[in-house]
């Protein structure tokens, strides 16, 4: 009976794991998420300033940064952004 309650306590311990490891996934994909990685300009690949001086109104709301090396813009998850 013992060894029953401590394989539920312990499948219910996995799934709020899971949950968790799930939840941080999704906010990492979404736009509110914050990246705390350092990002590396993928046209350099020379790590941009952790601090970030947002140069237009997207990079203020959204994250993101130009590489001061080249100029490339990035998001926060370090793809680089098509000027159009
Ligand atoms: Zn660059």
Not at 31 to 52: A, H, T, Y
């Amino acid at each position: 009976m013992n060894n029953v309650l401590l394989l539920i306590i312990v499948f219910v311990l996995c799934m709020i794991l899971v949950f968790i490891f799930y939840y941080f996934l999704f906010r990492k994909k979404s736009k509110l998420g914050i990246n705390p990685k350092r990002i590396i300009c993928p046209n350099c690949k020379k790590p941009l300033p952790f601090v970030r001086v947002p140069k237009n109104m997207r990079q203020a709301l959204w994250g993101g940064s130009t590489c001061p090396h080249c100029g490339t813009e990035v998001d926060k998850l370090g793809r680089e952004i098509k000027k159009s």
